[in-house]
């Protein structure tokens, strides 16, 4: 089993930043891929960005260039900094690990509880 933690989400107002952190323990960390998904009130959960072993990352088109996956493997931490946020930003965040670097949900085992982020305008 892996545990993974999701912090450093809050409320901010359109425009601003947030570093979402996760933090994992239980397994190897540095042989899984890692994801960002988000999951709005009434809406299907949405792949954010994914990030390889290799750190090979991909990010969706409505973040790209706003928001950046990252990972560092000493601290068996991966990020998510958002930057010139948007209130259709606003929803729960989680972090996800699994064997296969993917965009579908499907490719992760793992999950985390969620951190809220809510961007107000």
């Known amino acids: 089993q892996m545990q993974l933690v999701e912090s450093g989400g809050g409320s901010v107002q359109a425009g601003g930043s947030l570093r979402l952190s996760c933090a994992a323990s239980g397994r190897t960390f540095s042989r899984y891929a890692m994801g960002w998904f988000r999951q709005a009130p009434g809406e299907e959960r949405e792949f954010v960005a994914s990030i390889s072993w290799s750190s090979a990352s991909k990010h969706s088109d409505s973040v790209k260039g706003r928001f950046t996956i990252s990972r560092d493997n000493a601290k068996n931490t991966v990020y998510l900094q958002m930057n010139s946020l948007k209130p259709e930003d606003t929803a729960l965040y989680y972090c996800?690990?699994?064997?296969?670097?993917?965009?579908?949900?499907?490719?992760?085992?793992?999950w985390g509880q969620g951190t809220q982020v809510t961007v107000s305008s």
């Open positions: 996800a690990a699994g064997g296969i670097f993917g965009t579908s949900a499907h490719s992760y085992d793992y």
